[in-house]
């Protein structure tokens, strides 16, 4: 058996959603010809209570993109040291937007309006002009921390106060939505641009769209062309989006029980020094110092269970569609017998 574990992208396209892509009607998207496309973005609007969409290769386009959107060169952008738009996506903020980066030590990857706050800048030549706050939900590092809307107000709050857009990096958004019960549409209300991943836990092969204002969109369809990102018959692709809102929302927290199910199985190993609160779909634990992080993923691999490491002595696991229920117990045995 091989289960793996590495990440939520590497799920592989159902019957059924390629189905839906073969039977896509296309176009040129570049000229706004390609109208599945043109539903995938309006679906995802209107779901998010967004004006409109944009549809990119990937989440590091739709964030790259946000972020020169709401900057110009020698602003700082606000984020997490663990954010992925800091240390994922390589180093596109200083190579696509010329901003520097204030990185802030959040709550296992999440930030709140007190600890932003003494670090907009003051109007002063001196500094850099502070013009954007971005926030990840779920925040990857944090093991898949997320926030509540709830959370998010006030931050929302000091952002308008200080003039501060605000873009929140939603690459596993629906993750966070599945735990937290709040309405999709209800953040429309506080950000300035929203990227919603559909490679991740959805099951789409490719894609992320970038959701903002109808003048934001306009702009960050002149950015995409720029950087090589408008696609021409893309509705293939659009189709596995639109396929993957309609059936693969309802069965995320599937997902969360069996990554809480080896989060459990873990607490109990002598090997495992510490393991973050599973949330959600990721499981982050660090290894004592008798066993190397390297060795660990080798010999889980040479039992057919495919994990990646994290930091050091750290691992992740992350569970998704392709993982099922005898998955999930065919690892928890190797991981008994592992050491």
Request: hydrophobic residues 40%; negative net charge; aromatic residues 8%.
């Amino acid at each position: 058996m091989i289960v793996d574990l590495r990440s939520d992208t590497v799920t592989k396209p159902t019957t059924a959603m390629l189905e839906a892509m073969f039977a896509a009607k296309v176009g040129d998207d570049v000229l706004e010809e390609d109208e599945t496309v043109s539903a995938l973005e309006e679906k995802l609007a209107g779901m998010f209570g967004m004006a409109a969409g944009l549809f990119c290769p990937s989440g590091t386009m739709t964030n790259q993109i946000a972020i020169k959107c709401f900057t110009q060169p020698m602003d700082e952008v606000i984020c997490d040291e663990s954010s992925h738009v800091y240390r994922y996506e390589g180093g596109g903020i200083a190579f696509n937007s010329a901003a520097s980066v204030k990185l802030l030590r959040g709550n296992r990857g999440r930030l709140t309006a007190e600890l932003i706050e003494p670090h907009v800048n003051p109007a002063d030549i001196h500094y850099p002009r502070t013009s954007l706050v971005v926030l990840e939900n779920t925040a990857n590092k944090g093991g898949g921390s997320y926030y509540t809307l709830d959370q998010i107000e006030p931050i929302y709050h000091l952002c308008r106060l200080k003039k501060l857009s605000l873009h929140l990096d939603g690459a596993r958004i629906f993750n966070a939505l599945a735990e937290s019960g709040d309405a999709a549409r209800e953040y429309g209300r506080f950000f300035d641009g929203i990227s919603v991943c559909l490679s991740k836990g959805l099951g789409a092969p490719v894609g992320s769209v970038l959701l903002g204002s109808e003048d934001t969109i306009q702009r960050a369809k002149r950015i995409r062309k720029a950087m090589g990102g408008g696609m021409r018959q893309a509705g293939y692709l659009a189709a596995a989006g639109i396929y993957a809102l309609d059936h693969h929302v309802h069965r995320l927290k599937e997902d969360h029980v069996h990554a809480r199910i080896i989060g459990e199985q873990l607490q109990n190993l002598s090997y495992v020094e510490e393991i973050l609160p599973v949330r959600t779909n990721i499981v982050i634990f660090r290894l004592n110092e008798k066993i190397n992080a390297d060795d660990f993923v080798h010999t889980l691999a040479s039992h057919g269970v495919k994990c990646s490491k994290f930091g050091y002595q750290s691992i992740r696991f992350v569970t998704h569609l392709d993982v099922n229920a005898d998955m999930v117990g065919y690892t928890v045995e190797v991981l008994k017998k592992a050491y």
